[in-house]
């Protein structure tokens, strides 16, 4: 079972679409209501809406979520077995406090059994494939807010600790998906390093949310170590087919990963680097369209993780490039073209991303239309001081006017 959640500002949005009064939804007749908290009865997706905005006066006021058990496991459920499931996912969330080696708490607890919620049953249209959404309210009955801290993390936690409760997948098949997972992110982490550290891979592993505990050898070498995620923890001889991330071998495999031909050094966390010789992003071709240029302006380097920054997979040239994207620059891609609504939201967002981070510009397109703006950008490139919020707008429109938001009725705008 797969749990997923997020902290979000476009609550009305979200609620309309669980609720399958979003004028995109094809299918309403395959949506069902499960249960409500807290709320009247009867209530429209407005009203529920302006429920949670009065109870919680905030940017990010609902957090959404999703659960998609696997179908031959629910196959004979009734409705009251989806509440039960809920309510289920909702115990094991509200249990999760995550606390350092030392035992300090640094992310509380939450409190979603007594916070204002909807809950929704999807069917998909064509498999039947059921999933709940839900959307919760970020503050709880008593004005409490729910901590939203590596949400993602309480959701794919909660929902494993229900599958393995209700005998859908056993510990030892978590760990090894897990493993999976972490080998994954292991080898993301050696591809961004521009050279090979020992210390510098530590410094990354740790930078983004593993712990990381080193076996020394009796020469003051590194002989083996541990990787670990929460409670969970994982011998790098565990990690990847053909234990590439062992220490013995681990260097070998960043060699394989970058081409030795270029002396390449490591460039300090954040420091600003003009960004050439890089590919252009490639698009289809499209009559009105106009080229896409490199960037020549200098931006900040999003190559590697920092606190509060998304993960994002950018393909270009046949491969594909990993930034991590601020987090409130993510939120704005996300409402400009919300996958809800737009039916070409990828391919504008990893144009937007490609923008933002350098790799691609757009010579003279105007983005006054397409992205909400009303006032014509044509020299946006220019407003070197702007905030990355505004930027991250801009480049936003721009990808906007170059592709056009295609909507999933069919419309064009």
């Known amino acids: 079972m797969i749990g997923k959640a997020k902290s979000i500002n476009h609550g009305i949005n979200d609620i309309r679409y669980i609720s399958g009064e979003s004028r995109n939804k094809k299918h309403p007749e395959l949506i069902y209501h499960v249960k409500d908290n807290l709320l009247p009865c009867g209530l ?3 009203g529920v809406w302006d429920m949670m905005k009065a109870h919680a006066p905030m940017k990010n006021n609902v957090i959404r979520i999703e659960i998609s058990p696997a179908k031959e496991h629910t196959k004979d459920f009734t409705m009251q077995d989806w509440q ?18 030392d035992g300090k708490v640094y992310s ?24 709940l959404h839900a959307a919760v309210c970020r503050k ?42 972490v080998a994954e992110d292991l080898m993301d982490i050696l591809k961004a390093m521009p050279s090979w550290s020992w ?63 270029e002396t390449k050094t490591v460039q300090p966390v954040g420091k600003i680097v003009p960004k050439t010789d890089v590919p252009v992003v490639p698009v289809a071709a499209k009559p009105v369209a106009k080229p896409l240029q490199l960037s020549s ?42 996958y809800r609504e737009t039916a070409n939201w990828k391919e504008l967002t990893d144009m937007a991303v490609a923008l933002f981070v350098g790799l691609t510009a757009v010579g003279s397109v105007s983005t ?24 991250a ?21």
């Not at 210390?199 to 541990?226: C, F, H, Q, S, W």
């Not at 006054?368 to 930027?391: L, V």
Request: charged residues 35%; hydrophobic residues 30%; neutral net charge.
């Open 140 to 181: 709880d009955r008593n004005g409490r807010t729910n901590n939203d801290h590596k949400i993602h993390i309480r959701a794919h936690d909660a929902a494993q600790a229900v599958a393995v409760q209700r005998g859908w997948i056993t510990a030892k098949e978590i760990h090894k998906a897990n493993a999976v997972k």
């Open 368 to 391: 006054g239309g397409g992205g909400g703006g009303s006032h014509n950008d044509d020299n946006w490139r220019d407003k070197k001081d702007e905030d990355e919020i505004e930027r």
């Open 199 to 261: 210390d510098d891979y530590v410094a990354r592993v740790r930078a983004n949310g593993y712990t990381l505990v080193e076996r020394p050898d009796d020469k003051g070498g590194i002989k083996g170590y541990v990787v670990g995620k929460g409670k969970a923890k994982f011998k790098a001889s565990e990690l990847g087919k053909g234990r590439k991330l062992m220490a013995s071998k681990i260097e070998q495999t960043w060699q394989k990963l970058h081409d030795q031909s």
């Open 393 to 413: 707008r801009r480049c936003a429109r721009a990808a906007a006017a170059h592709f056009g938001k295609e909507t999933k009725s069919g419309r064009r705008r």
């Open 84 to 101: 039960q499931l809920w309510d289920d996912f909702v115990r094991e969330y509200d249990k999760i406090e995550m606390a350092d080696e």
């Open 44 to 46: 429209d997706a407005q």
């Open 108 to 131: 509380h607890k939450t409190n979603l059994a007594d916070s204002i919620y909807t809950v929704w049953l999807h069917l998909e249209s064509d498999s039947r494939i059921p999933h």
């Open 297 to 338: 302006e200098p931006v900040a380097d999003y190559s590697s993780w920092h606190e509060n920054t998304s993960r994002y997979e950018l393909p270009h040239d046949g491969k594909t490039s990993l930034f991590y994207i601020p987090d409130d620059v993510m939120q704005v891609f996300n409402d400009e073209f919300d």
